[in-house]
Antibody
Framework: EVQVVESGGALVKPGGSLILSCAAS????????MTWVRQGPGKGLEWVGR??????????DYASPVKGRFTISRDDSKTTLYLQMNSLKTEDTAIYYC???????????WGQGTLVTVSS | EIVMTQTPLLSPVTLGQPASISCRSS???????????LNWLQQRPGQPPRLLIY???SRFSGVPDRFSGSGAGTDFTLKISRVEAEDVGIYYC?????????FGQGTKVEI
């Protein structure tokens, strides 16, 4: 069974940092393009960024609001995706979802999400 | 940035009746490889989103065949042939052709 499980969400002060993890199982993680999507309270979905699989260069792309502050990385040996978030702002408050792309799209499977709250 | 515009934003439906959601993009979603990366997602209340339709018209594994997608270029449609109670939720179109990838505002489907 394909599973992606996010963790690491927390309450953090503006300007602070946080690392989210997404543990994957049930599929060949190294073959997947992985994406982070967030959803602010009562709001719609917002693309955060993605990382391609190593065979496709392992490159990353980011949304403008997070570029330069957030970093996406992956450890294929641990089948884990990461989101390093620095210089957090109140507008980064959201549920952060991890998505696995296994061939149909980049959004084939979603995790349950992890809540990040940025507040003083 | 590609803007995705969904209509309507609220869709009152009747059980057993059809429903339709439109999605328009501000630019063509045809990729250089010839594919159109337009997806439809469903988010039931209190749940994470899930993939329904990818590349305009392909149903994802396990998605009931009452869901169908169509369209080309900049205009796309999601249809539910006969609405069931479990279809209540918010539906999003999104494009993965251009970076940044972008989502529509969401259409709330309610009975």
């Amino acid at each position: 069974e394909v599973q992606v499980v996010e963790s690491g969400g927390a309450l953090v002060k503006p300007g602070g940092s946080l690392i989210l993890s997404c543990a994957a199982s049930g599929f060949t993680f190294s073959n997947a393009w992985m994406t982070w999507v967030r959803q602010g309270p009562g709001k719609g979905l917002e693309w955060v960024g993605r990382i391609k699989r190593e065979i496709d260069g392992g490159t990353t792309d980011y949304a403008s609001p997070v570029k330069g502050r957030f970093t996406i990385s992956r450890d294929d040996s641990k089948t884990t995706l990461y989101l390093q978030m620095n210089s957090l702002k109140t507008e980064d408050t959201a549920i952060y979802y991890c998505c696995a792309g296994l061939g149909s799209s980049e959004y084939d499977f979603w995790g349950q999400g992890t809540l990040v709250t940025v507040s003083s | 940035e590609i803007v995705m515009t969904q209509t309507p934003l609220l869709s009152p439906v009747t059980l057993g009746q059809p429903a339709s959601i439109s999605c328009r993009s501000s630019q063509s979603l045809v990729s250089g490889d010839g594919n159109t990366y337009l997806n439809w997602l469903q988010q039931r209340p209190g749940q994470p989103p899930r993939l329904l339709i990818y590349r305009v018209s392909s149903r994802f594994s396990g998605v009931p065949d009452r869901f169908s997608g169509s369209g080309a270029g900049t205009d796309f449609t999601l249809k539910i042939s006969r609405v069931e109670a479990e279809d209540v939720g918010i539906y999003y179109c999104m494009q993965a052709t251009h970076i940044p990838q972008t989502f529509g505002q969401g259409t709330k489907v309610e009975i």
